[in-house]
């Protein structure tokens, strides 16, 4: 709304690396132990049961670590269920996962195609452009 005044937009951008689908955690380590360092609320993964530190092993038979975790991811689709299994107190869990879609948190500002004089003067006042904004006038 506010962005429009100045004759710009907001537009959402999909990345082609990012996986379809959402399983909901944040994990820190390397490709010989990755821990789970956070379940997003009302997630898929928060959903089925995983927990902040439990250590990621695998998705659906395959080793799982950050390294290679989005590309497992992006063999799936909203809706499929994966069996996650991780080490928890020194004992494997399998937990099985309903997949939602990814949520896109990319985002980018562009201009209107065709903003308006007033608008245009905004932007010109907003970037300190104030000589040409006057000059429009």
């Known amino acids: 709304k506010y962005l429009n005044y100045a004759g ?3 537009v959402e951008e999909k990345s082609e690396s990012s996986p379809d689908v959402f399983l909901g955690v944040s994990t820190r380590g390397d490709d010989k132990q990755t821990t789970i360092s956070n ?4 997630s898929p993964a928060f959903e089925a049961g995983l ?3 439990d250590i990621l092993v ?3 038979g395959r ?9 497992l991811l992006k063999k799936y ?3 499929d269920v994966a069996t996650v299994t991780v080490l928890r107190r020194e004992h494997l869990r399998e937990f099985d996962v309903k997949l939602a879609e990814a949520k896109n948190d990319d985002f980018k500002i562009e201009e209107l195609e065709e903003p308006t004089e007033l608008q245009a003067m905004i932007l010109k006042s907003w970037l300190h452009l104030k000589e040409e904004a006057e000059e429009s006038k």
């Open 8 to 10: 710009l937009q907001l």
């Open 39 to 42: 379940v997003t609320p009302d």
């Open 51 to 53: 927990d902040r530190n």
């Open 58 to 60: 695998a998705i659906d």
């Open 63 to 71: 080793r799982a670590h950050s390294e290679n975790l989005t590309a």
């Open 77 to 79: 689709q909203p809706g």
